[in-house]
């Protein structure tokens, strides 16, 4: 049985640059950031530089940032919705792994709570869930929606998110101790941040919709030269994923227009992402431009892969990204690699780049 098809209906961000997936895809496009030093200080005593949303407050917990930021993305994904229709939307959520320090991996059944308390927002209840699976969950999950939409015809789609915040003290000493942090002694490093997005998924295009975006293809790998192995990179799993995601959606990497991907400072995942390129690329081309959200967000953690999605979506309804087919790559730490096709119509012209 083929999978069952999915459009992208509707995106919806928080972020540091903008607290919907249209002022988030803007200041993406711009290359703006909000990096600043923070409240938190390094073993040195130097304030460790962070991005935030500022318009949660700093005393939060980190559930409850968790909540907020995801509360707003899903209300901005679902703005001009019915009732009746949101009450039959399942949600699904991907987020941390339970063994990050600082992570949030469980958000129900609190997340429906806060959702009809901070925004009047009812939703279907039964088959919402989270996928605790770090950086790759968000195309994790939308693999589940894909299965869920097959076995449940009664419902007229899936609201797919994700969430992470690295905004808290364990999560912050988690990096340092690790040796990821960047700071002055490491610039091989990165940055924490903390997003959310969410994704309204179809089984077919809205009838008003002027550019169905579908969602051609998904794949996954396993890496087992993790970051904090010795064994020599050699990109399989990351592969893996693109050969699976291209296959499905009937693509050949020559044809790719851009990829955007998690990579968020590291050098470990820039070469990853070369090396990935040079086992399926082997038509000559002249480039293959890649995204990164991180340059502008930092470390997103389970929240990249659905804000890549996004900030994807929203570049091609504008007209900005190079071409109709791209490709969203997530890795996490302990080897999981994901990827997802995506794909406009092939009448797609840019009409202008980032």
């Known amino acids: 049985m083929s999978a069952t098809p999915l459009y992208i209906a509707a995106a919806g961000m928080a972020c540091p640059l903008g607290l919907s997936a249209e002022s988030a895809g803007a200041a993406l496009r711009a290359r703006m950031n909000r990096f600043k030093r923070s409240r938190y200080h390094d073993d040195d005593g130097a304030p460790m530089v962070l991005s935030e949303v500022s318009t949660l407050a700093p005393e939060l917990r980190r559930e409850e940032r968790v909540l907020g930021l995801l509360s707003m993305a899903v209300a901005n994904a679902v703005r001009g919705l019915e009732e009746v229709e949101l009450a039959h939307l399942p949600l699904l959520v991907g987020t941390s792994t339970p063994e990050r320090p600082g ?21 279907e209840g039964t088959l919402s869930r989270s996928l ?37 003290a364990p999560s912050l000493d988690g990096l340092l101790r690790q040796g990821r942090l960047l700071r002055p002694d490491n610039s091989d490093g990165v940055i924490p941040g903390e997003a959310a997005a969410c994704l309204l998924v179809t089984r077919s295009p809205r009838r008003d919709d002027a550019y169905p975006l579908r969602l051609a293809g998904l794949g996954f790998g396993q890496e087992r030269a993790t970051l904090q192995s010795d064994e020599p990179l050699r990109g399989l799993g990351l592969a893996q994923a693109y050969r699976e995601a291209l296959a499905e959606g009937g693509v050949d990497m020559a044809e790719v ?37 991180a340059e502008s967000l930092g470390e ?46 092939d009448t797609y012209t840019p009409r202008g780049m980032p």
């Open 103 to 123: 992570g949030v991996p469980e958000v129900f059944p609190r997340a429906l709570e806060h959702l009809h308390q901070a925004h009047g927002l009812r939703l």
């Open 132 to 168: 605790a699976l770090g950086n790759t969950a968000g195309l994790r999950a939308l693999a589940e929606a894909r299965l869920l939409l097959a076995r449940h015809p009664w419902l007229p789609g899936c609201l797919v998110a994700s969430v992470d915040t690295f905004i808290n």
């Open 257 to 293: 227009d851009f990829r955007v991907a998690d990579a968020s400072g590291e050098g470990y995942g820039f070469k990853e992402l070369s090396l990935a390129l040079s086992r399926l690329l082997h038509t000559r081309r002249e480039s293959t431009p890649l995204w990164l959200p």
């Open 300 to 345: 997103t953690g389970a929240a990249s892969g659905l804000v890549a999605l996004a900030w994807a979506s929203v570049a091609m309804r504008h007209g900005y990204a190079p071409g109709p087919r791209t490709l969203i790559s997530t890795s996490d730490l302990a080897g999981g690699r994901a990827a997802a096709l995506l794909r406009g119509p």
